[in-house]
Structure formats: C-alpha cells, structure tokens
C-alpha cells in the first residue's frame, strides 16, 4: 500500500540554525499539509498546500517557516532560525481529494530536537 | 475558535470487554470525522472515518456519528491487549478549509489481560 515517506526520522540543530523536514507525499495525492505535535500535546496543523502554493496556514504558521514543492515528488518544511519551542514531531500528511471520504495519510513524522 | 474536545482518559478495560472513546465539536459545518490511533512516539495511523449520520462498522471498530448534537464516538468491540493506545478524534471542516484536520487531545486507552 502507498504509504507518506518522511526524512529524516530524527533531527537534532543548535538553536537558531535552519532545519529543513522532507517528505514524499502519495504519489495520486494533490493536497499536502503539515502538522506537528509538542510532546504531551495535540496534534496542530500548520500549513496545507494545494496546486503549488498555500491554501491555509495557522497562526503558529508564521515568517519563520516556509513550505516548498521543489518537484513532482518531495514537499518540503522549511525552519529558519529555530528556537527551543520548535522541539515535536513534525507530521506531513496527504489527500487525494477534499470529498467527505477522502482521509489524510500521515508519514511516521520527523523527531525535531533543538538544543 | 473550533475545537474538538476528547476526554484524555486513561479509559481502563479488561480484555474481551468494549471501549467506547467520545469526541465533540464545536464546529456546526464540519463535514468529516476521522479515528486515528496513536502509539506512544509514533505517527496517527487511521482506523476509520464517518461522514453520515448514524453508524459505520468496519470489523471489530463502530464509528457513531450524530450532528445535530455534535457527538462522534468509536466502540472497539472484543477489546485486545495490543488496542492500548492513544486514540485521535480528528474533524474536518466544511467551506474552504482545504481539508485541515483539528484533532482532540486524544484518550489513552489501557486494555489489561
């Protein structure tokens, strides 16, 4: 079964470097979001991306992060200057379609540790 | 601000016995409803969804749904050991919200032997 590829598994950054999650969304899929989970917390959206730009992002979705198609396969999650609150695990998800019976899939996220 | 309420548990049962996990929304519009099951350190890994009024059964797992009181439920009937999770009611909106998922807190849910 096509399942959501995330790279990398764990990422460990000084605080203020730059940090950037790949993922690799299911190949028919035409939405894309991102969200993330601070530990002992809900999961939160950040950003969805449809049709090669920003459909919607939340308010935690602000100038230090970035999303970006690059080609036809990876979507990437961009942090630039990351702080110490950044620290979760970062889910990318994707969807075929936006009808009522359409589910997102989730990748098995990236473990972000900003020290 | 939507949000969807889940009761955190931990819901303790025996082996053999039914968990019944409930969620509320607080958004009228909202127009799909989603179970995911999450292990500790894991990613949400999705059980089934309703979209309709009523029920839906998919093997062991029943999803209800009724919108009028903004209410979804999830029974895992012959509950198992290996059931012991996190479990995520997640709703999505209606309108132009491009399919966002807003998740609930999530229960833990303990089955023991």
């Known amino acids: 079964e096509p399942e959501v590829t995330q790279t990398p598994s764990h990422q460990v950054t000084q605080m203020g470097q730059e940090v ?42 602000d100038d230090q992060f970035s999303v970006e198609r ?16 950044d620290s979760a695990m970062y889910f990318c998800a994707s969807m075929r379609g936006t009808y009522s019976n359409q589910p997102q899939h989730f990748g098995d996220g990236t473990r972000l540790s900003i020290l | 601000q939507k949000e969807v309420e889940q009761n955190s548990g931990p819901l303790s049962v025996p082996e053999g016995a039914i968990a019944s996990l409930n969620c ?49 439920s999830l029974l895992i009937r012959d509950s198992q050991p290996s059931d012991s999770a996190t479990y995520l009611c997640a709703v999505r909106g209606g309108g132009t919200s491009y399919g966002k998922l807003t998740f609930g807190q999530g229960t833990i849910l303990t089955v023991h032997p």
């Open chain 1, 70 to 85: 690059p080609d036809g396969s990876n979507f990437t999650l961009k942090i630039r200057s990351t702080k110490l609150e």
């Open chain 2, 24 to 72: 509320t929304y607080s958004d009228r519009g909202s127009q799909s409803f989603f179970w995911y099951r999450q292990y500790s350190g894991k990613s949400p890994e999705l059980i089934m969804f309703i979209y309709s009024n009523g029920d839906k059964e998919d093997g062991r797992f029943t999803a209800q749904l009724n919108k009028a009181s903004q209410y979804v």
């Open chain 1, 20 to 61: 950037i999650l790949r993922c690799v969304p299911i190949s028919n899929h035409l939405y894309f979001y991102w969200y993330r989970q601070i530990l002992g917390q809900k999961v939160e959206f950040l950003v969805s991306f449809y049709n090669n730009e920003i459909s919607e992002k939340s308010e935690i979705f």
